[in-house]
Structures are given as C-alpha cells and as structure tokens.
C-alpha cells in the first residue's frame, strides 16, 4: 500500500526519491521485509519501464536514475534477484540496451553500471 501510495504522489520523480532514500531503506528495513512484499519487483519493474528507449518521453537523467537503481538493487540482494531468474534478465537486458543507444552519456554510465555489477 505504501509503495502504491507514494508512487502516484511523486510518478514523476519516483524513481530518483527511491535512489536517494535507497540507502537508508536498505539500513533500516530488514531485507526480509523488502523482498517478501514485492518491493524489489515493483522497483525493478518501475524502473525497466523509465528506463525504455522512447527518448519523446524520458530523458537521459531519468533513464541514468532507472539504470543505476536497478542495479543498486540487484547488488544489495543479490541472492533474492539472481534467484528469480527473469528479473536478472530484465536488468542485463536493460544495461545492454542502454549500451547501444545514441545518447554517449547513457552508454557511458550502462557501461560504468555493468563493470559495477561485475565487481
């Protein structure tokens, strides 16, 4: 109900609040608690969606803030994402679409993002 409420308060800039609180949510909720209410779903889902190709809707900040949330959750659980094999998938995908797309800057950052997930 939260995640709902606050995602129609802030549609716009949701998911860069959610970037910068990420965070503090990780150190003061227990992990438990985040995947076992479809938070990490909901996040990863949000995010594939601002971070599409359709450049007449979103612009390069938006789609860096969907890129680097992705992974930022894919490395704070990564058991909970790698176990579900179509959300790892969704992110690869989405960083390596990334990498092929006109705007040098996102190339740049997707490419940073991938060498981060490799670390």
Known sequence: MYKDELF??????????????????????????????????????????????DMSKRNVDDRIAALTLMTEVWLSFTHYVDSKEEMANTILFMLKRALRERSHVLRLHATGLLFTALD
């Open 8 to 53: 129609h308060q802030c549609s716009n800039d949701y998911v860069r609040l959610i970037l910068e609180i990420f965070p503090k949510i990780k150190q003061q909720i227990d992990s438990q608690i985040i995947t076992g209410c479809g938070l990490i779903e909901h996040w990863i889902e949000t995010c594939a969606r601002q971070a599409e190709n």
